[in-house]
């Protein structure tokens, strides 16, 4: 069972990535760790509280960075993820609240007290992680692996033509982690825009007749509304996070190549990520994915 910090900006794929992860026996979520992305970082720790609590799970939480390392913070994606983040649909603030330790200093004290254990899935900007490697760089020998859902390779983006939401909402942040020397795989929109959630699965949900299907086809339908607006007759949304999750639960649901990886930082391709074939850091970039493979297993771990 592998130790696993989970990174997120709870938003709508996050919550399912969450409740993925906690129902997969090869991983053990010990933390989950919050960033700005999808809303304020207040709003991205309070949904992951409600998110745990659907799931009736207790995992801790801890809070991070409310903004980019250096540039202007962008505007929060309520089209897609709703006002509140998750398709406005809290109803009450959560039981619990974040640990007092913040995202930042927990990464660092649990890969400093569990060298070469714990992998990093990081599914929102890459803030904390880049703080995180700023103020303990030694962290980097320690870290067995880090997955993030991020970046857009050999296809377009989804913010910009040229770069996609996570890498955009902090390129210095992407940046600073690609060239750190971290073990780190990009699960990128050229995998995950091919592994896509159908609206008819949501019937399926609702008919379970409990609380938490019902929750999650609720911010589930949100979601898939957005992707019709911008991708019309797609019928279903793209399980972007959830995807990085199950990288992690089981690597042959990729096929990875490895480059080097840079990231665009300013101008009108800021964000984007440009493989190269020369230079030190080496990254795994994934480029293929058994799709339906990987819906399957997704869906017979949800709920
Ligand atoms: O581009 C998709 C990514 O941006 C996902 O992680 C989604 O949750 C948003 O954070
Ligand atoms: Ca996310």
Known sequence: MKPVILDVDTGIDDALAIAYA????????????TCFGNGPVEYTT???LVVLEQLGKSVPV??????????????????????????????????REAESEGAVDYIINQVKQRPHEITII???????????????????SLVKEVVIMGGAVFV?????????????????????VFSSGLPVTIVGLDVTMKTLLPNAI?????????????FFADITSFYIQAY????????????????AVGVVIDPSFVKKETWNVKVVLEGEEMGRTVALSE???KIQICTQVEADRFLNHFLDRLF
């Open 202 to 214: 949501l019937a399926d949900w609702r008919a379970a007749g409990r609380e938490v299907s019902d």
């Open 156 to 176: 377009g983006g989804n913010t910009t033509p040229y770069s996609e939401a996570n890498i955009f909402a902090d390129p210095h942040a992407a940046e600073c």
């Open 46 to 48: 309070r949904n992951t």
């Open 122 to 140: 990081a599914v929102g900007p890459l803030t904390n992680l880049a703080l995180a490697v700023q103020k303990e760089p030694e962290i980097v």
């Open 279 to 281: 230079g030190e850091q």
């Open 228 to 243: 019709e607006t911008f991708h019309p007759g797609i019928g279903g949304c793209a399980l972007h996070d959830p995807l």
């Open 62 to 95: 801890y809070s991070g960075a409310d903004k980019p390392l250096s540039r202007p913070p962008k505007k929060f994606p309520t089209h897609v993820h709703g006002e509140d983040g998750l398709g406005n649909r809290v109803e009450k603030p959560p039981v």
């Open 22 to 33: 906690l129902n997969s026996p090869e991983i053990k979520i010990i933390g989950l760790t």
